[in-house]
């Protein structure tokens, strides 16, 4: 099964903002609130930070998701109007999506070797 993907590379730098942002936004709203985040400045990283580290891969991953279910695609975009972002994806949709299993997922994105 093939998840129909099409990669593009962006014709000009400028076109990489897009994504930067929503790094800048996952960055500052989600990973700053973090037990052990450290920031970009080390001169002003928190002493104890690495002591509060305490999540695991899991965890983190767990809590990503969920602000990315939950908050951010709820919340309504600059770009949009008053629309959210999971509004905008939906209005866009031609067809309700095909929903496949995690195992059929996970087969989907294995490496192959050419």
């Known amino acids: ?4 993907f099409v990669c593009h590379l962006r014709d000009r730098p400028s076109e990489g903002g897009i994504v930067e942002r ?3 936004t996952f960055n500052t709203d989600f990973f700053s609130t973090l037990p052990g985040y450290t920031g970009s400045n080390v001169q002003e990283r928190p002493e104890q930070a690495e002591k509060e580290a305490c999540l695991t891969l899991r965890e983190l991953e767990h809590k990503f998701v969920r602000y990315i279910v939950d908050k951010y695609n709820q919340r309504p975009d600059a770009r949009l ?4 972002r999971y509004q905008r994806w939906e209005a866009g949709l031609i067809a309700s999506p095909n929903v496949i299993s995690e195992e059929e ?10």
């Open 1 to 4: 099964m093939q998840l129909r």
């Open 22 to 24: 929503s790094f800048g």
């Open 81 to 84: 109007g008053d629309r959210t």
């Open 105 to 114: 997922l996970r087969i989907c994105l294995l490496k192959q070797k050419k």
